[in-house]
C-alpha cells in the first residue's frame, strides 16, 4: 500500500546533539513537507521541497535542515542550534495531481521528539 | 498573506448533538480550503476539501463544510455527534507555492478539540 512512513515513532536527544527524522514516501509525490506542532499552536512549516534537489525555507526554519536526493525521501535534522526541540513532526507529501482531486495531502503518523 | 483563525480552541457536545467547528480565513487568492482531523500521536486524515466547486462539501464520516465568500468563513457542522469524533480538528488553507504550478503549501488554524460527553 502506497503511504508516506515516519520513523522513528519517539526519538529522545540530549542537549546539544543533532538528531535525524526519517520521511519515506511511496507515492511518487513531487512535493514534500516537514511540519511542526506543538500544544495550541497548529502545524507550522519548517521546510517543505517541491522537486529533488531543491527546498525552501518554511515559516520556522532556524535550527533545522533538510536535504532532498531522492524523490521519496526527505529526512530533516534537527540540530542544536533549535533551542526548543521538544514536540510532534509530521511530514507530508503532495502532487498537483493530487489537490485538483478530493485526495489532498498525505501525512505520515508523526515523530514525537524529546530532549532530555 | 493568507491566514486561518479557528474561533474556539475547546469545544465539547453531547453524544447524537450537532457539532459546529467554526473557522474564518484570509485570503488574497480564490482559496482552497481544508478539514483534517487529528486523533491523539497520530497524523492527519482528511475530512474534506473546497476548491470552488459546490459551496457546500460534504466530506467523511457524516461531516460536512460551507464556504462562504462574504463572511469569509468555512464552519465544520456535523448532525449528530459520535464519540468517535473526539479528536483534534484543523481549519486550513492552501498557498500557492513558487516553483510547480498546482504544488502549494499549507498554512494551519490553531485547533479545535473536540470533546464528546455521554
Known amino acids: 500500500d502506497g503511504g508516506i512512513t515516519q520513523s522513528p515513532k519517539y526519538l529522545f536527544r540530549k542537549e546539544g546533539q543533532n538528531v535525524t527524522l526519517s520521511c519515506e514516501q511511496n507515492l511518487n509525490h513531487d512535493a514534500m513537507y516537514w511540519y511542526r506542532q506543538d500544544p495550541g499552536q497548529g502545524l507550522r512549516l519548517i521546510y517543505y521541497s517541491q522537486i529533488v534537489n531543491d527546498f525552501q525555507k518554511g515559516d520556522i526554519a532556524e535550527g533545522y535542515s533538510v536535504s532532498r536526493e531522492k524523490k521519496e525521501s526527505f529526512p530533516l535534522t534537527v540540530t542544536s542550534a533549535q533551542k526548543n526541540p521538544t514536540a510532534f513532526y509530521l511530514c507530508?507529501?503532495?502532487?498537483?495531481?493530487?489537490?485538483?482531486?478530493?485526495?489532498?495531502?498525505?501525512f505520515g503518523s508523526g515523530t514525537r521528539l524529546t530532549v532530555v | 498573506a493568507q491566514s486561518v483563525t479557528q474561533l474556539d480552541s475547546h469545544v465539547s457536545v453531547s453524544e447524537g448533538t450537532p457539532v459546529l467547528l467554526r473557522c474564518n480565513y484570509s485570503s488574497s487568492y480564490s482559496p482552497s480550503l481544508f478539514w483534517y482531523v487529528q486523533h491523539p500521536n497520530k497524523g492527519l486524515q482528511l475530512l474534506l476539501k473546497?476548491?470552488?466547486?459546490?459551496?457546500l462539501v460534504k466530506g467523511i464520516n457524516g461531516f460536512e463544510a460551507e464556504f462562504k465568500k462574504s463572511e469569509t468563513s468555512f464552519h465544520l457542522t456535523k448532525p449528530s455527534a459520535h464519540m468517535s469524533d473526539a479528536a483534534e480538528y484543523f481549519c486550513v488553507v492552501s498557498v500557492p507555492g513558487p516553483l510547480i504550478q498546482g504544488a502549494q503549501k499549507l498554512v494551519f488554524g490553531q485547533g479545535t478539540r473536540l470533546t464528546i460527553n455521554p
Open positions: 507530508a507529501s503532495t502532487t498537483g495531481a493530487a489537490l485538483r482531486t478530493n485526495y489532498g495531502y498525505t
Open positions: 473546497y476548491t470552488s466547486a459546490a459551496t
